[in-house]
């Protein structure tokens, strides 16, 4: 079974600050993994993705995640925070049953950035 | 192109009465997902249909919903009646119907649904 835990509910931090929000996913096939981000009254965008190839994955404003098979780990950073990042962000983990994806989230992380 | 729309935003009913919500994919899509989120918890599949057809309905609570994709074009989920533990925001996502099923989702902004 596929499961995704994401650690803190919520996290702070300064503008300016490193944002690290946390992602551990349990699957017994290799994984696809992701990044979706939800601004306030808007839908499900995709940072980014992992799929295969290099481990390291950049995504869209700045956001980039490393995949630790090791570790099953699956962590979302940016070196600066910017206040338009307060948002909340949803790791997930994408596996394929009889031909078909089915997706699995993690609860959810709201990142807060404080002036 | 347009993406992922869903109707209403937002929805806020009684107990016990009827709600409809509407799903509009990408056009082109064969694949279609219902998703929802519960307040503060994780996003939990319902189901995916490819074209009109239901592929997989294993995450429908219970038989108070009801989905259909007549003609395999938008979708309506239903849920009669309504209970309280049904509040939550639904999510719709579309995927193109390539080989294998490794085709990307892209998500509608979902309705957020309130039962009083």
Known sequence: AQSVTQLGSHVSVSEGALVLLRCNYSSSVPPYLFWYVQY?????QLLLKYTTGATLVKGINGFEAEF???ETSFHLTKPSAHMSDAA???CAVRFYSGGYQKVTFGTGTKLQVIP | EAGVTQFPSHSVIEKGQTVTLRCDPISGHDNLYWYRRVMGKEIKFLLHFVKE???????MPNNRFLA????GTYSTLKVQPAELEDSGVYFCASSQGLPGGRSEQYFGPGTRLTVT
């Open chain 1, 40 to 44: 306030p009254n808007q839908g499900l």
């Open chain 1, 68 to 70: 630790k098979k090791s």
């Open chain 1, 88 to 90: 909340e962000y949803f």
């Open chain 2, 53 to 59: 057809s239901k592929q997989d309905e294993s995450g």
């Open chain 2, 68 to 71: 259909e994709r007549t003609g």
